[in-house]
T-cell receptor
């Protein structure tokens, strides 16, 4: 079935550094792809999404491009802030369930001043 | 919109006690999901409902766990009897035509 693989964390960066969090997927067809973010003590919230190949999702300075050639959806940000410290989850719809999402294991980002 | 509402936010109970977690989805959303998050196992989908009907409960770990959705605006997740290994953060999420929206979670500690 559909699945995602994320890079292990934690990712530790200094403020204003460039961020990449890798995500690769296995899927039937070309489903939508998502990045969710979980700030400390909160639930997950959608950060960005892409609905078809070559689409770029963006929000709050983060970007991710849906690349079918490499089956990837890497998350990038040009200059991270301390407030970006959180856990980031890559996700896509399940091909076995109706409305279900399949989440990656999550990557913790720690940004120091 | 108030978002997905969960109660209680924190629950501490003793092993063997019954625990009930509550969720109010966003009005108009027709799908509801219960997740469990732990350091060891990450984020796990326990069960989800569509139009108040359970669609997939394959993630429910044991018969000690049960979930109900008596109407479109309320769902419960019950653990009876609770065990220390049930300690986790439990999230409820709801979905309409768009994305899933998560609640703030209930942190459960079973001593």
């Amino acid at each position: 079935g559909n699945s995602v693989t994320q890079m292990e964390g934690p990712v530790t960066l200094s403020e204003e550094a460039f961020l990449t969090i890798n995500c690769t997927y296995t899927a039937t067809g070309y489903p939508s792809l998502f990045w969710y973010v979980q700030y400390p003590g909160e639930g997950l919230q959608l950060l960005l999404k892409a609905t078809k190949a070559d689409d770029k999702g963006s929000n709050k300075g983060f970007e991710a491009t849906y690349r079918k050639e490499t089956t990837s959806f890497h998350l990038e940000k040009g200059s991270v802030q301390v407030s970006d410290s959180a856990v980031y989850f890559c996700a896509l719809p399940s091909n076995t369930g109706f409305q279900k999402l399949v989440f990656g294991t999550g990557t913790r980002l720690l940004v120091s001043p | 919109d108030a978002g997905v509402i969960q109660s209680p936010r924190h629950e501490v109970t003793e092993m063997g006690q019954e625990v009930t977690l509550r969720c109010k989805p966003i009005s108009g959303h027709n799908s509801l999901f219960w997740y469990r998050q732990t350091m060891m196992r990450g984020l796990e989908l326990l069960i989800y409902f569509n139009n108040n009907v359970p669609i997939d409960d394959s993630g429910m770990p044991e018969d000690r766990f049960s979930a109900k959705m008596p109407n479109a605006s309320f769902s419960t997740l019950k653990i009876q009897p609770s065990e220390p290994r049930d300690s986790a953060v439990y999230f409820c999420a709801s979905k309409g035509a768009g994305e899933q929206y998560f609640g703030p979670g209930t942190r459960l500690t079973v001593t």
